[in-house]
């Protein structure tokens, strides 16, 4: 064999004793070296790449991949490039993907698993036409007839369905899936998006019938947003809403992330979870909240991935947040193990069941109470939700039941309102295809809101009022013409029906102004649209139901004091609807009503409701009994005093701070207000007894000026200015430490400017322990993590730049190995830096128990950013497991401190 001494017939005999005992290095070894002389099978191939990736070291799978193509001729190949690209594609290397489904493509062009991976990885780029192409070609390449293809075929279709729908395809969409259920009806999946898209379409009935799916396999498959259209049964919304949760939400864990009796916290810390913080009518109606929240009372987090749609709302929403924390690039565990790391006290979920909701964040727990909030106005059925913030209009106490979360009421209205919004000129009714003298009804809710019993209604409005028309809102040709025809069959003009065109957001509030009447949608009512009409000045008339979204409109009527256009059943609604049309002088009167009372009343005074959602807020917030003495953290009462040690008896004791981690901030204003922030906290923790430790306000005999020069300096970019404040950090917690008895250890040395600093701080002469330094210097098996000047001799020129520094010891060699016999019995201080989970979980096996009462660990590069949110989780886990917290710093640090 190349390189080597053993024979073919030994590597494939070692190859294959390691498989029959599933030992993964020594058959990584020999597959490596088979692969590496073209001798490797594919079967072994594969079996050891498995072995690897589901061992953690998917980056070992990709070089055994590439070793076996670069020395293998086989036609058989694109099964090992379709299988490198799968692995790439898992570590989020979609150009490295794209390349081997090609090369796989290439080979075999009628490889259908390749063109599908392909045809998922162009959607995911943005090349939706060419993605469509694909699967379009799978349908023809996968043959329903062949029993192997079969199933292919049905993906293929379900695929090409689902990127028509949120291309709003809508007709081609439908057509597709119906062709997929024609093929296999036992798919509740694909049954739920037709029975959505006939909505979205208003193509009634909803539930037409389908070859081999009964009306009540229907039902089931209705999904629970689809269903607060569909039924104003409160039972059936909360049967829906339990198949959807059985379905898709994960089981809560057994062992809760969030402590069961919260924090103690001076302000109340609320975590906002959404995706919809840009330009949607969550955020439409919520920026102001986030605005009016008292600082005093409240901080304020937004747990976030949202798009940037760049829009003006999304701006203000941002700059209203304490800490806004982006969270899509995290999984649901991760995000989970972000928020508990902030400490939130109350988490409100804004999604609840709609589109991008992801309750599996809520079932790791990583708050101690939990709340659903505006984004699904309905029962979510999640068993992590504790409250619904709700008021007893629009849930009465008789609905509670059919809610699996308690209602937390707010004296008067649920929905908060945003008073910043702008209102353009209003134009004139031929400026948007309106005939000026007709009585214009409108409705601008949500195409499938409608249903074919209220558009019967709307179309008797329209025949007992003849100079009416009737003003909608549409982007889709489908439903323009769904509807006309409706119109027609229902003996009605269609011309009567008109429908608007996208606007600006102040330009579409200034069109309510045109229209004498709103008419809302049962049994899912207006919400956010219900708002815009009525803050436009426009009145509205709905029609109460028995479900929370049916009462909606019913709520913000009382709240604006009309609850005189509250009906409570559809025949009503049509007559009331009709004596309107014919009482202009009593249109007026609501008109100037709502202009007179906008700025006074209840629904748009955005102030008071936040003091009752407040109030609301710490009535269920929780709280840890009070320990028996708490020191002050509120810097200006601190008296530094470092002790001798600090021994902590529960690490709860701890009190956590929290700014936004600082490493690579782009914005130099944003970066210097942080500092100042970190500085002027002081106090990252206490202790049991009456010491504290302050951070950046050291008593230090030594100057810190070099540190505050290296921060301050508009000389240097952001990233060495946050290098300088880790420094910094490093430098005022080894000050408490070296009061300590134990060593000082650096696990990580690279160039050794960790050490350098610290040592320096002191002065050389001044330092009073060993400090021990360990790298692999010349061999870093960490992949990935190469540097310019790691080669031959870097350890030789470690040690040249400590001559003269009698206290440092440096050690050369793999770690945890090379601590054996060869460190310190204890430790006062820990600086951990292996860009590693793996190297540094052995680390803290081997040394912790050594670091010392009082004694500090500061573990580099703790942040969710990038290659590291694997590190942070598994040091969370670690330490969990031991009872401590790891204390997150402002400069992507994390602290403990040993008990």
């Known amino acids: 064999m190349t390189n080597t001494s053993i024979s073919h017939a030994d590597a494939a005999a070692i190859l294959q004793d390691a498989l029959a005992r ?26 050891v790449t498995q072995m690897l990736t589901e061992a953690g070291y998917p980056h070992r799978s990709v070089q055994l991949f590439q070793s076996w193509l670069d020395n293998t001729t086989s036609p058989v190949a694109y099964a090992v490039y379709f299988n490198l690209g799968v692995t790439l594609a898992n570590m989020k290397d979609d150009l490295g993907a794209e390349r081997c489904y090609l090369h796989a493509l290439a080979q075999n062009p009628r490889f259908i698993e390749a063109n ?5 990885l162009l959607e995911r780029k943005g090349q939706v036409e060419d993605a469509l192409a694909l699967w379009r070609k799978i349908t023809v390449l996968a043959d329903p007839s062949v029993p192997a293809d079969r199933g292919f075929h049905i993906q293929a279709l379900n695929n090409l369905g689902r990127v028509l729908e949120l291309s709003k395809r809508f007709p081609e969409a439908e057509e597709i899936l119906k062709q997929s259920l024609l093929l296999d009806p036992d798919q509740p999946k694909v049954l739920t998006h037709v029975i959505h898209l006939r909505q979205k379409q208003c193509s009634w009935p909803v539930y037409a019938p389908l070859p081999g799916i009964t009306h009540e396999q229907q039902v089931a498959a209705t999904s629970a947003l689809a269903m607060l259209s569909a039924s104003d049964d409160p039972q059936t919304q909360l049967d829906a809403a339990r198949r959807f949760v059985a379905d898709k939400v994960m089981p809560a864990v057994a062992q809760a992330m969030a402590p069961a009796d919260g924090y103690h916290h001076h302000r109340v810390r609320i975590g906002y979870l959404s995706s919809d913080l840009c330009s949607h009518a969550v955020a439409i109606l919520t920026a102001e909240l986030y605005e009016l929240h008292d600082r005093e009372q409240f901080e304020v987090y937004a747990f976030s991935w949202t798009r940037e749609d760049g829009t003006p709302l999304r701006a203000r929403v941002v700059r209203a947040m304490d800490h806004y924390i982006r969270i899509d690039g995290m999984t649901d565990e991760e995000a989970a193990r972000c928020i508990r790391a902030h400490e939130i006290d109350i988490l409100i979920d804004l999604h609840g069941l709609t589109l991008g909701t992801r309750p599996d964040i809520l079932s790791y ?3 101690p109470v939990q709340i659903t909030y505006l984004g699904f106005p309905g029962p979510t059925a999640l068993p992590c939700i504790d409250y619904v913030l709700a008021d007893r209009f629009v849930l009465p106490p008789e609905l509670a039941p059919y809610f699996t979360e308690k209602p937390l009421y707010v004296p008067e209205c649920f929905q908060i309102n945003d008073r910043q919004r702008e209102i353009a000129p209003k134009p004139q009714r031929g400026e948007v295809g309106l005939p000026d003298n007709a009585f214009v009804f409108c409705s601008f809710n949500n195409n499938f809101k409608i249903t074919e019993d209220v558009f ?6 329209l025949r007992r009022v003849p100079d009416s028309v009737l003003w909608l809102v549409s982007d889709h040709q489908a439903v323009r013409d769904n509807l006309r025809a409706a119109a027609s069959a229902a003996g009605v003009d269609p011309d009567r029906l008109y429908f608007a065109e996208r606007a600006s957001p102040a330009n579409y509030l200034a069109r309510y102004q045109l229209a004498d009447l709103f008419l809302d949608t049962l049994p899912f009512n207006a919400g956010t649209t219900a708002s815009d009409a009525l803050w436009a000045g426009l009145p509205l008339l709905t029609c109460t139901g028995q479900t929370f979204c049916a009462r909606m409109a019913g709520s913000l009527l009382q709240a604006v004091g009309l609850p005189e256009l509250i009906t409570h059943s559809l025949q009503e609604y049509e007559d009331l609807a009709v004596t309107l049309a014919g009482q202009p002088d009593r249109i007026a009167a609501f008109k100037q ?3 007179e009372q906008r700025a006074t009343c209840i629904l748009f005074d955005s102030p008071r409701f936040v003091r009752h959602m407040e109030a609301a807020l710490r009535s269920v917030v929780k709280t840890p009994a009070a320990p028996l003495h708490l020191p002050s953290t509120d810097p200006k009462d601190i008296i530094m005093q470092l002790p001798q040690h600090t021994p902590i008896d529960d690490p709860r004791r701890v009190i956590n701070f929290m700014v936004q981690t600082v490493w690579g901030l782009s914005d130099p204003v944003r970066f210097y207000k942080l500092m100042e922030e970190a500085r002027a906290l002081c106090v990252p ?3 049991l007894g009456d010491n504290l430790f302050t951070w950046g306000k050291s008593n230090s005999p030594f100057e810190d000026k070099v540190f505050v020069q290296a921060w301050e300096s508009n000389t240097q970019n952001d990233a060495d200015r946050a290098i300088a404040w880790r420094r910094y950090i490093l430098a005022t917690s080894a000050y408490h430490c070296i009061q300590l008895e134990g060593d000082f250890v650096e696990c990580g040395v690279y160039r050794g400017t960790g050490i350098k600093t610290v040592v320096d701080y002191f002065g050389k002469e001044n330092f009073n322990k060993t400090y021990w330094g360990y790298d692999t210097f010349d061999y870093n098996p960490v992949e990935n993590h190469a540097f310019a000047g790691q080669e031959e001799g ?15 010891r440096l050690v ?13 019995d204890k430790i006062a201080f820990l600086h951990i830096d292996l860009n590693s989970a793996q190297f540094e979980i052995a680390v803290l096996d081997a040394l912790f128990d050594r670091v010392v009462p009082g004694g500090m660990v500061i573990l580099d590069d703790y942040e969710w950013s990038g290659e590291y949110r694997n590190q942070k989780m598994a040091e969370d886990a670690w330490f969990d497991a031991r009872k401590y917290r790891v204390m997150p710093l402002p400069t992507g640090q994390g602290l403990v401190i040993k008990r």
């Open 456 to 461: 019967a209604r709307w179309m008797n409005i």
């Open 116 to 120: 599908m991976n392909m045809a998922t």
């Open 794 to 808: 870097l350890y030789k020129e470690i040690c040249a730049r400590f001559n003269g520094y009698d206290n440092v």
């Open 685 to 687: 923790g206490t202790y």
């Open 593 to 595: 009503h709502l202009q």
């Open 365 to 367: 727990r990583p708050a």
């Open 812 to 824: 050369q060699g793999l770690l945890p190995q090379s601590l054996e016999n060869n460190s310190p």
């Open 22 to 47: 599933n030992a993964l290095e020594p058959a990584a070894q020999a597959a490596a070296a088979l692969a590496a002389d073209g001798k490797l099978p594919i079967i072994e191939l594969f079996t």
